[in-house]
């Protein structure tokens, strides 16, 4: 094992080297050769260290059941940090390898460049172990099962937190993060509620220094000071209503959390939030990887049999998926597309500004579309249709279901619904109705943390619907209806 380290090491300096000839700029990467059952680990995990979850070792034995049955295959996973870390399957031969390390260098450059991961901190591995040990030491004190009803209240909702809120960007001057928050010399604040400009007791004129006096008195947790100023940011407009993170606003205003149960809210915010710009970049993120591997490889001494190994698996990478969308394969053939027309610092210029969503928006043309014979279906009856073939229906679908990182868009209406103190939520639908089985259960486990009623009103089928949680028990009626009509 050490002369195989040696060899990669010195294969992965090699390579950098040309990398970086071709105007890629990326952190160090520390390598490291894992068995099939580590990789598949840190893959369920997210990371190599995290807290323990139920869902993690089913999401493990999937992964590793695709492996062991030649499914599908992990060659390697790579971590935005700073040095970045990337894990190389055990077994893989040397020309996959140096593929490998090929992709990994455009991974960590995009990382490094993007816009959209310009304030996730580059500490989070160490964060992460962190976090598991806070909650391993909250199993301890107040059991492990109460530990695992919050946790699997909050991870069903993991998703709906704010990235574009007012956090950052992170400076990394110490091992504490820093939050660098807009200052503003006129703001209010809303205690409870969604703001409606009427906060009581809180005047829009309120000083600075005065606010800041208030919450030094008040303050409970490390937390309370940056929570009390991202709230006034979400509340700076007295017309605005809706509150976008709904973890925040459960750390922040459930009535029933205790202050270990806030954090370990906090614990899933913060790592929704680091991982939230991998979910919004997935397509050109693979796709730019793809792209430079390819050219890398291409700048390296090859013997035939490896030219021709290395033309097998690129072509295997990029091949198009029976089953749904390969954003390696249409990520890289949008790369490819505008290699054409641009020149490379225009690319560069790219990569540091696009997400999936403007990327698919901006770039999938008419001519991809045809070449790569994209359309939309849908199932009708027991089979599957093409519904449309038009170009700009097919890139305007796509870019609809690339939307909040594909995931329903919930906003907050009010934290005292009714005046019993309910919260209601609103789901911001867009043309695609909710999984209403998923979201009774959701409900449930969302009126756990907040401890009384919640209400989500929704469309379905057309029609406005409101659906509430009381006593874990979940009601609906048409909106605008009185709940003596409501259905169980």
């Not at 490390?222 to 017309?239: A, F």
Request: proline share 3%; net charge negative.
């Amino acid at each position: 094992m050490d002369n195989e380290m040696r060899a990669l090491n010195t294969m992965a300096q090699d390579i950098a080297q040309v990398a970086r000839g071709m105007g890629l700029d990326f952190y160090p990467v520390n390598f490291e050769i894992v068995p099939a059952e580590a990789l598949y680990t840190f893959g369920a995990y997210g990371m190599p260290v995290r807290f323990t979850h139920w869902s993690f070792g089913k999401a493990f034995y999937r992964m590793k059941l695709q492996y062991d049955l030649n499914l599908s295959r992990i060659y390697e996973l790579v971590i935005n940090t700073n040095p970045a870390y990337a894990f190389l399957l055990e077994g893989n031969r040397l020309i996959q390898n140096k593929l490998v390390i090929g992709h990994v260098y455009a991974h960590v450059d995009f990382f490094k460049n993007n816009h959209y991961f310009s304030r996730t901190p580059k500490d989070m591995v160490e964060r992460m172990s962190a976090h598991a040990d806070r909650i391993h030491a909250y199993e301890i004190r107040y059991g492990r099962d109460k530990v695992e009803q919050v946790m699997d209240a909050v991870l069903a909702i993991q998703e709906h937190v704010d990235y574009r809120s007012h956090i950052g960007p992170v400076q990394e001057s110490d091992n504490q993060p820093k939050f660098i928050v807009r200052d503003k010399e006129e703001r209010h604040s809303c205690q409870g509620n969604a703001c409606t400009g009427k906060c009581p007791g809180n005047s829009a004129s309120q000083s600075k220094g005065s606010r800041q006096k208030t919450r030094q008195n008040s303050i409970s947790s490390p937390y309370e000071d940056l929570w009390e100023d991202l709230l006034d940011d979400e509340c700076e407009s007295p017309s605005q209503q809706e509150f976008e993170d709904l973890l925040l606003y459960i750390i922040k205003f459930a009535p029933g959390l205790e202050e270990w149960q806030k954090d370990i809210v906090s614990i899933v915010r913060e790592e929704s939030l680091y991982f939230y710009p991998q979910i919004e970049t997935k397509i050109i993120n693979e796709g730019w990887a793809t792209f430079w591997h390819a050219k890398i490889m291409r700048e390296l001494d090859l013997t035939d049999a490896e030219s021709l190994e290395f033309a097998v698996m690129h072509s295997q990478v990029v091949q198009p998926s029976r089953l749904g969308l390969n954003p390696y394969y249409l990520g890289v053939k949008i790369w490819d597309y505008l290699a054409k027309e641009k020149t490379i610092d225009e690319l560069f210029e790219l990569r540091e500004t696009e997400n999936d969503l403007s990327f698919i928006r901006n770039h999938l043309s008419k001519k991809l579309v045809e070449d790569l014979n994209l359309f939309n279906f849908r199932k009708v009856g027991a089979h599957w249709q093409v519904t449309e073939n038009e170009w700009e229906k097919v890139r305007d679908n796509l870019v609809k279901q690339l939307v909040n990182g594909g995931h329903p868009r919930i906003v907050v209406l009010e934290g005292d619904y009714e005046g019993k103190g309910g919260l209601y939520l609103k789901h911001c639908h867009e043309g695609t109705d909710l999984d209403i089985v998923y979201l009774e259960k959701t409900l449930t486990l969302v009126q756990s943390l907040w401890g009384k009623s919640v209400a989500l009103e929704t469309i379905v089928d057309g029609k406005k619907y409101i659906y509430e949680s009381s006593n874990r028990i979940v009601s609906r009626r048409l909106a605008g209806k009185t709940q003596g009509n409501d259905e169980t």
